[in-house]
């Protein structure tokens, strides 16, 4: 079997790039996933071993359903407090009737988010802001991404305080509901970054910081016992803590999806079915030359006459249309019967016309004298119809 080089070639960069890729130094994630089980930056695996380790009574169960699935009335996690950390909580209907029903009956819900959805913002009636302004480098060096130096902004509460980039701590809320609600303010910047809002027989907490929970935040200084006050404020039990609003749900398992887990894989294999699509589209082709399809010209110019009617219909401005039928006449007329009706012999130029048009002198004279008439003196529509008309006849009846 006769082997064509460029398929050679592909084959031998293929084989390169697994090498590459199965070879090449592991990235960081830098994404704000707030997976459970990740050790990068922004993972919080940090925080359950945190929980764990400490003396608050709270355990933690991780689920990735919606909090409407967790409270359905055939699951056995009806009698659990519920938490959520994620860039963005957008809860539909369904899940936020049942997180407030929940609440009403003494259970505690933890929502960490830097962005709220209006729904859950309006029923709690609190608003948040976003401070990005606020974000300052202070050192930036193009040549290493290890000298990039951003500000840091501290958190203060009661005796403990945490340390973040500014970057970290970039929403605050700014309006809540003073009857129900209770606010928990930073001490050094005023800005307020936890409430608890209290429904029934149980309470909502809103941390506009779900940083705070991150590995990298987590183990940076002393941000620990900062995060261990916080949490003592929570009641003590069992926690049902929601990944579905930052991973999404549960997918089948499959070896397909074990394969695509590992760095790089997935890019292979999607360049793998991109290579293998593209020489099943180039191989389906035919051989032999199409033969083109010809089209005749179409010719549009009676469709470009009657738009410029139209035009010139809409506008009312029948002297002009007259004008332009006459100047088609004449040059009609001196190029079909050599007869130039411009000069000042006109009786004698009409009855020539007549007698190679085969028209009558008398049809020839009311039609010139009637679009002269209508072209000085434009009155009304009628008119205007009478001379087309007179126009028409003329191309109907010559010979």
Same mark, same amino acid.
């Given at each position: 079997?006769?082997?064509?080089?460029?398929?050679?070639?592909?084959?031998?960069?293929?084989?390169?790039?697994?090498?590459?890729?199965?070879?090449?130094?592991?990235?960081?994630?830098?994404?704000?996933?707030?997976?459970?089980?990740?050790?990068?930056?922004?993972?919080?695996? %940090?925080?359950?071993?945190?929980?764990?380790?400490? !003396? &608050?009574?709270?355990? /933690?169960?991780?689920?990735?359903?919606?909090?409407?699935?967790?409270?359905?009335? $055939?699951?056995?996690?009806?009698?659990?407090?519920?938490?959520?950390?994620?860039?963005?909580?957008? #809860?539909?209907?369904? *899940?936020?009737? @049942?997180?407030?029903?929940?609440?009403?009956?003494?259970?505690?819900?933890?929502?960490? %988010?830097?962005?709220? *959805?209006?729904? #859950?913002? $309006?029923?709690?009636?609190?608003?948040?802001?976003?401070?990005?302004?606020?974000? =300052?480098?202070?050192?930036? $060096? +193009?040549? *290493?991404?290890?000298?990039?130096?951003?500000?840091?902004?501290?958190?203060?509460?009661?005796? %403990?305080?945490?340390?973040?980039?500014?970057?970290?701590?970039? @929403?605050?809320?700014?309006?809540?509901?003073?009857?129900?609600?209770?606010?928990?303010? $930073?001490?050094?910047?005023?800005?307020?970054?936890?409430?608890?809002?209290?429904?029934?027989?149980?309470?909502?907490? /809103?941390?506009?910081?779900?940083?705070?929970?991150?590995?990298?935040? #987590?183990?940076?200084?002393?941000?620990? %016992?900062?995060?261990? !006050?916080?949490?003592?404020?929570?009641?003590?039990?069992?926690?049902?803590?929601?990944?579905?609003?930052?991973?999404?749900?549960?997918?089948? *398992?499959?070896? &397909?999806?074990?394969?695509?887990?590992?760095?790089?894989?997935?890019?292979?294999?999607?360049? #793998? &079915?991109?290579?293998?699509?593209?020489?099943?589209?180039?191989?389906?082709?035919?051989?032999?030359?199409?033969?083109?399809?010809?089209?005749?010209?179409?010719?549009?110019?009676?469709?470009?006459?009657?738009?410029?009617?139209?035009?010139?219909?809409?506008?009312? !401005?029948?002297?002009?249309? +007259?004008?332009?039928?006459?100047?088609?006449?004449?040059?009609?007329?001196?190029?079909?019967? =050599?007869?130039?009706?411009? !000069?000042?012999?006109?009786?004698?130029?009409?009855?020539? &016309?007549?007698?190679?048009?085969?028209?009558?002198?008398?049809?020839?004279?009311?039609?010139?004298?009637?679009?002269?008439?209508?072209?000085?003196?434009?009155?009304?529509?009628?008119?205007?119809?009478?001379?087309?008309?007179?126009?028409?006849?003329?191309?109907?009846?010559?010979?």
């Amino acid at each position: 079997m006769k082997i064509n080089k460029q398929y050679t070639f592909l084959g031998i960069a293929l084989l390169i790039y697994f090498l590459l890729t199965f070879t090449a130094k592991k990235t960081t994630d830098w994404n704000t996933h707030y997976r459970s089980n990740a050790t990068s930056p922004y993972g919080t695996k %940090a925080f359950h071993e945190l929980l764990n380790d400490s !003396d &608050l009574g709270i355990t /933690i169960e991780n689920v990735r359903l919606t909090s409407y699935e967790i409270y359905n009335e $055939d699951n056995y996690q009806k009698d659990k407090n519920l938490m959520i950390i994620s860039d963005l909580i957008s #809860l539909d209907s369904e *899940s936020l009737n @049942s997180v407030l029903e929940e609440a009403k009956n003494g259970r505690t819900i933890f929502l960490a %988010a830097e962005s709220f *959805s209006y729904a #859950l913002k $309006d029923t709690l009636k609190f608003k948040t802001a976003t401070n990005f302004d606020e974000i =300052q480098i202070k050192n930036f $060096d +193009l040549k *290493s991404e290890d000298k990039i130096i951003i500000d840091s902004v501290e958190i203060n509460y009661n005796d %403990a305080k945490a340390e973040l980039s500014s970057f970290e701590f970039t @929403s605050n809320i700014i309006e809540y509901d003073t009857l129900n609600s209770e606010l928990f303010v $930073d001490k050094s910047s005023g800005k307020a970054f936890l409430l608890k809002h209290t429904i029934g027989e149980g309470s909502v907490y /809103i941390c506009t910081v779900p940083k705070l929970f991150s590995n990298i935040v #987590l183990l940076h200084n002393n941000n620990a %016992a900062f995060l261990n !006050d916080i949490l003592k404020m929570l009641p003590e039990g069992e926690y049902i803590r929601s990944e579905f609003y930052n991973r999404g749900r549960e997918g089948h *398992s499959s070896p &397909l999806r074990v394969v695509l887990t590992r760095d790089g894989v997935k890019e292979s294999v999607y360049l #793998l &079915l991109m290579l293998i699509f593209i020489y099943f589209l180039f191989q389906s082709k035919r051989e032999q030359r199409a033969i083109p399809i010809i089209t005749p010209p179409i010719n549009e110019s009676i469709g470009f006459i009657k738009t410029i009617s139209q035009l010139y219909i809409k506008k009312r !401005d029948h002297k002009s249309i +007259l004008i332009k039928r006459k100047k088609y006449l004449m040059n009609h007329i001196r190029n079909k019967y =050599q007869v130039n009706l411009n !000069d000042d012999e006109i009786n004698s130029k009409i009855e020539l &016309l007549s007698h190679r048009s085969g028209i009558s002198e008398d049809e020839l004279k009311a039609l010139f004298i009637q679009l002269d008439k209508e072209i000085k003196h434009s009155s009304s529509a009628n008119t205007f119809m009478k001379t087309n008309e007179l126009i028409d006849d003329f191309y109907t009846k010559e010979i």
